[in-house]
Structures are given as structure tokens and as C-alpha cells.
């Protein structure tokens, strides 16, 4: 049984940090590609990062320079370092295990709450 159990969210200033962490279980964590997922309210869940089993990342326009996405494959944990904060980013999210391609997911986690008060 696979499971993804995000840590690391809260309430932050504008213009501070947080880290996410994701511990995985129950997959080969070193041969799969891991996203972080976020959705605001009335809002679609959208990829803000994404790393490959390779070590490539991509990001979405409206987080990069602010936001690291980095993986710890002996420990099966995948973490976001988030700085620069806004308003803007705050949303709940989800750590999840790539499909096909990054717009298929195969597993989610349960979300974190990020919010950035101004």
C-alpha cells in the first residue's frame, strides 16, 4: 500500500519560507518522478514542481526563483523549500507519484496547508 504523508505547512509572513516534506512508502521511491501539487480554493490543482527519478525539475512560471524542489531517495522523501512567499501561494499541498506525464497522477497525499498572510 502505497502511502504520501506531506509535513512542513503553516501560517507565514509574506516574504518568508517554509520547507514541505513528503516521506513515501510502499514504492520503489528512487525510480519514481515526484510532484508537488497545490489547489486554492475555487481554484484547479495545478504542478508547482516536479522532480524526476534523474534528478531533472521543472517548475511552474509563477514559482521559479522562489521555490526548490529536491528529493533524499535513502530516506524516500521529497521536499519543496519555498521562499519569497506571497499571498498568492497560499493553498493546500500535495505531494504526489507521477504517472504517464504530470498531468497523470498515480498516488496522492492527504495536502498541507499553506498560508501566506500579507
Known amino acids: 500500500q502505497v502511502h504520501l504523508v506531506e509535513s512542513g505547512g503553516g501560517l507565514v509572513q509574506a516574504g518568508g519560507s517554509l520547507r514541505l516534506s513528503c516521506a513515501a512508502s510502499g514504492i520503489i521511491f528512487s525510480m519514481k518522478s515526484m510532484g508537488w501539487y497545490r489547489q486554492a480554493p475555487g481554484k484547479q490543482r495545478e504542478l508547482v514542481a516536479g522532480?524526476?527519478?534523474?534528478?531533472?525539475?521543472n517548475y511552474d512560471d509563477s514559482v521559479k526563483g522562489r521555490f526548490t524542489i529536491s528529493r533524499d531517495n535513502a530516506k524516500s522523501t521529497v521536499y519543496l523549500q519555498m521562499n519569497s512567499l506571497k499571498p498568492e501561494d497560499t493553498a493546500v499541498y500535495y505531494c504526489?507519484?507521477?504517472?504517464?506525464?504530470?498531468?497523470?497522477?498515480?498516488?496522492w497525499g492527504q495536502g498541507t496547508q499553506v498560508t501566506v498572510s500579507s
Open positions: 504526489a507519484v507521477r504517472g504517464r506525464d504530470w498531468s497523470n497522477v498515480d498516488y
Open positions: 522532480i524526476t527519478s534523474g534528478g531533472r525539475t
